[in-house]
């Protein structure tokens, strides 16, 4: 496991709980709107924070947060990701998992070894340019729609999110997405916010009008569409 950073505290990232996050170093997408730009390649030179030092975090605050929420990067990468949320489990902590979905078996073996509490995972775009959006060419989404399939099955509480971006995201695709998720308990439009820390420069995000517009064109589809970051 490669912690690169600790987050130690956050009335966000776990719905309806205090939670911290832990950010793990290395992902297998490339996306040019990726705020955690930094996280993307997996330096196995870096330190990054011990496991003595998370769990005496965490130790602290037991009684005071509810869960820990794993994010990346890509946290499915981590060889021993599995007996890592297992030690934060024994301190009492429910566990929520950030993924790109692209890990299928890793993501059903977890929560099949009741390690999961609850799973977000990102929808990049619309099937049709997925390979754009994640900065890849001629990408295999298989893996992505398995996983979709897997959440979209009921066995854990689960959120599907989009970060929209307006120069890669339209009307078409979040119809496209909204029939691709038919059925699915939530879906969240997360605001795109320029930084300095993105992979490509020139990004922006859409006004609140015309992300409703979006939330409207996916709501025939999924229970419960909301916007976040306006």
Not at 10 to 27: I, V
Not at 92 to 102: C, H, P, Q, R, Y
Not at 140 to 157: N, R, W, Y
Not at 181 to 200: H, I, K, T, W
């Amino acid at each position: 496991m490669i912690i690169d950073g600790v987050q130690k505290l956050s009335l966000l990232d776990f719905p309806d709980k205090t939670c911290c996050t832990l950010f793990t170093l290395g992902c297998n997408y490339c996306c040019p709107f990726c705020h955690n730009a930094s996280l993307i390649t997996c330096d196995t030179s870096k330190e990054g924070v011990s496991w003595p030092e998370v769990k005496s975090f965490l130790k602290k605050r037991q009684g005071l947060l509810d869960g820990v929420c794993i994010s990346g990067g890509e946290p499915l990468l981590q060889d021993g990701l599995a007996d890592f949320i297992g030690e934060i489990k024994l301190l009492g902590f429910e566990v929520k998992l950030d993924t790109n979905g692209s890990l299928p078996e890793k993501l059903k073996s977890l929560v099949s070894h009741g390690l999961i509490d609850y799973v977000a995972m990102d929808i990049k775009n619309s099937q049709e340019k997925y390979s754009e959006t994640i900065g890849l060419l001629k990408y295999d989404l298989d893996a992505v729609k398995e996983s979709v399939q897997f959440l979209l099955s009921g066995v854990v509480p689960y959120e599907f999110r989009t970060t929209v971006v307006r120069e890669l995201h339209s009307e078409k695709d979040f119809l496209s997405i909204g029939s691709w998720l038919c059925g699915a308990e939530d879906y969240y439009l997360q605001c795109f916010v320029d930084s300095e820390n993105v992979l490509r420069k020139g990004l922006s995000g859409y006004a609140k009008e015309e992300l409703e517009k979006f939330k409207s064109l996916v709501e025939p589809f999924v229970k419960s569409v909301k916007i976040r970051g306006i």
